[in-house]
């Protein structure tokens, strides 16, 4: 019998069982369930992109492409980004990869060297910290703070620089708190980043579902295209989590450096859901439109229904997340969130699952449909109120 | 309150009740039927339709779409026109269209019978009327948004969490 335990790497065994799993755990046994939980559109993908992938099959686009993608798609890419937030990227600025998750995976191996510092804001998507911890980097949280709405300042990013900082991480719209970051925001974190040699790892995932702003990248700011490697992707946009697409774009020696990692585990990103994707950025605009206003309908649904319970929960502007404070009961995110799916069967994320920052807070998604939401909502409110005054 | 919020919910769910809109809209129920009355009373709204597969009944049942020629009156242009067809009941769509025909109409009828009768006896002599290409329906597969009788698509199968 070979000893997996001593085979497995340090490394590996290492790496924190995300909180996430251990909730989808507890929350499969429990079959009438209804859930809160997931990080992806309950919309299906528009029909003209699912078209444009059954097209490409039957013509018999079955094969590899380019390791970088194909160049319609790059360039197509280019258009969409100066479009949308007036960047200016050629087809050589930019890697089709396996998801945004590829892309995030690639700048910090690309960059990382052991020692190197990775600032993270939290609470935030769970992957930035293991994968800068597997290629030996270290990761420096910032606890962003609530009285802030979640957004991470200058001054925070300023007193968390060292001589051995690599990367700051910046991923607005944020996944779980749905915290945006406005133009005077990123204006002061350029001014900070500015003057060193610190690459921004900009996850701008969500950068279409906002409400009522607009999103800008920091990579449109005066000197700050130089330092920042945007990343972005289908699933959200496009409804397109299951297709695995998304992109990174920067400068070309970045660029250049992670292709290389790319071509050596994944060659090239799905070649069908490639052909689907210019289709989604060159016809898609009132597809997004329409799911960003069902998305506008749900939030302010979920942002009244809490504070009405008595959750107090600020107005997320942009993903598709609230984060309420869950602390009134007394009880830690955990508990909260166990109780609730044991009583209720009500399935939602602790925030801790985000960072220890998260603490005091659970993250509800509200990419499910308003009757969905409803019921929740009254599950919620009713344990709410059996919990109150314990 | 935001009217154009009430459209969307009600094109998507005509059946949602006033209760469940000012839940939905965070509006009080008298606000709600009020701007819902008004949206009415302004012919915004202008009905609320049930999709049937008749077929799928032993209810006899007859769809065709029929082109009019017709000439335009002075004064009126086609408006005139357009009221007398609309005015009978088998009318259940009534389009004034560029292309061969002026008019676009499909009637609902019981039997081709009926049909033939409609368009002999109360459409053809209508005054301006020129002339009428009947289009008899064979079978429906998409009305007024809804999918008939095709498979469904996958409701939800997502992990129940994720990242
Ligand atoms: C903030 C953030 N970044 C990146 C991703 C990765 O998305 P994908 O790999 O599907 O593009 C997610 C998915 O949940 C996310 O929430």
Redesign the pocket.
């Known amino acids: 019998m070979l000893d997996y335990e001593k085979l497995i790497s340090q490394k590996a065994k290492d790496m924190r069982p995300s909180g996430i799993r251990r909730f989808f755990d507890l929350a499969a046994e429990m079959p009438e369930c209804i859930s809160l939980g997931v990080?992806?559109p309950d919309f299906q993908t528009p029909w003209d992109i699912r078209d444009a992938a059954i097209h490409s099959l039957e013509v018999g686009r079955t094969k590899y492409t380019a390791n970088a993608g194909l160049k319609e798609l790059r360039e197509e890419i280019g258009v969409w980004l100066q479009k949308r937030y007036g960047l200016h990227y050629d087809e050589t600025e930019v890697l089709v990869t396996v998801?945004?998750?590829e892309a995030?995976d690639l700048a910090i191996r690309a960059l990382v060297e052991p020692g190197d510092e990775v600032i993270i804001p939290e609470p935030c998507?769970v992957c930035y910290d293991p994968i800068t911890t597997l290629t030996g980097g270290v990761p420096v949280p910032i606890a962003t703070k609530e009285e802030n709405d979640f957004r991470v300042t200058a001054e925070e990013i300023k007193a968390a620089l060292s001589p051995r900082t690599k990367i700051l991480v910046l991923?607005y719209p944020n996944?779980p708190t749905g915290a945006v970051l406005r133009h005077e925001d990123l204006e002061a974190i350029a001014e900070v980043l500015r003057d060193t040699n610190v690459i921004v790892l900009s996850?701008e995932?969500?950068s279409e579902l906002t409400y009522g702003y607009r999103h800008e990248s920091i990579a449109s700011f005066p000197g700050m295209r130089e330092h920042t490697i945007v990343v972005n992707?289908f699933?959200k946009t496009f409804s397109m989590?299951g297709w695995?697409l998304?992109y990174a774009a920067g400068p070309k020696p970045l660029i250049q450096a992670m292709t290389k990692i790319h071509q050596s585990c994944i060659m090239s990103a799905p070649t069908t859901s490639q052909y689907a994707a210019i289709t989604a950025l060159k016809d898609c605009d009132d597809d997004i439109e329409e799911m960003r206003r069902q998305y506008d309908l749900r939030r302010q649904y979920c942002v009244r229904k809490l504070n009405e319970m008595g959750l107090k929960t600020f107005e997320p502007k942009g993903a598709f997340y609230v984060f309420p404070d869950i602390s009134i009961l007394g009880l830690s995110s955990d508990e909260f969130c166990e109780a609730l799916l044991k009583e209720k069967h009500v399935a939602i994320v602790p925030g801790n699952a985000f960072g220890a920052s998260g603490e005091g807070f659970a993250r509800i998604s509200y990419a499910y449909s308003i009757d969905h939401l409803r019921e929740a909502m009254k599950r919620i409110a009713e344990f709410v109120n059996e919990h109150k005054g314990e | 309150m935001d009217a154009m919020k009430l459209l969307h919910l009600l094109a998507d769910d005509p059946r949602a009740t006033v209760t469940d809109l000012a839940d939905i809209l965070g509006e009080s129920e008298e606000e709600v039927a009020k701007t819902k009355d008004s949206l009415e009373a302004k012919k915004i709204i202008c009905g609320y339709h049930t999709v049937i597969n008749w077929d799928k009944t032993n209810i006899d049942h007859v769809d065709a779409f029929i082109g009019v020629s017709a000439k335009p009156e002075r004064g009126t242009g086609y408006d005139k026109i357009a009221e007398r067809i609309g005015k009978f009941p088998e009318v259940s769509s009534l389009y004034l269209t560029s292309g061969t025909s002026e008019f676009l109409l499909s009637i609902n009828a019981r039997t081709m019978r009926e049909v033939a009768d409609f368009v002999g006896e109360k459409l053809a002599p209508i005054d301006g009327v020129a002339a009428t290409v009947t289009m008899f329906v064979l079978k429906k597969y998409k009305v007024n948004g809804v999918m008939l009788d095709m498979k469904a698509e996958i409701e939800d199968d997502r992990q129940l969490i994720s990242?």
Do not use: K, L, P, V
């Open positions: 990080g992806e998801g945004g998750s995030i998507f991923g996944n996850d995932i969500y992707g699933s989590t695995r998304g | 990242a």
